[in-house]
Nanobody
């Protein structure tokens, strides 16, 4: 059974850091594009960052560029999202998602909620003083 499990969320003060993990079981992440998405109360789920399966290329939304870093450790079948300089507007439930790449699609064009079929259960991130 293909499963993704997020961890690492919590309460942090503005300016602080968190590292989210997305551990896969039942399949090998090597061949999958992985995305981090988030959903704040009353808002639609939005893309945060994605990483390709082939060359490790990455994409970041403008709202997190320069503060967040996505990485993957295929040996551990895990993808990470390092979040620094957190802001209150980063508060949301964070989800990781996986799917096979679409031919000729860039990492940016793959970073769309509707393109992913495999999702984790989410982890809450709250940024507040």
């Amino acid at each position: 059974q293909l499963q993704l499990v997020e961890s690492g969320g919590g309460l942090v003060q503005p300016g602080g850091s968190l590292r989210l993990s997305c551990a896969a079981s039942g399949f090998t992440l090597d061949y999958y594009v992985i995305g981090w998405f988030r959903q704040a109360p009353g808002k639609e789920r939005e893309e945060v960052s994605c990483i390709s399966s082939s060359d490790g290329s990455t994409y970041y939304s403008d709202s997190v560029k320069g503060r967040f870093t996505i990485s993957r450790d295929n040996a551990k079948n895990t993808v990470y999202l390092q979040m620094n300089f957190l802001k209150p507007e980063d508060t949301a439930v964070y989800y990781c998602a996986a799917d096979l790449p679409i031919s000729l699609a860039t990492t940016q064009t793959m970073c769309v909620v509707t393109l992913y079929n495999y999702w984790g259960q989410g982890t809450q991130v709250t940024v507040s003083s």
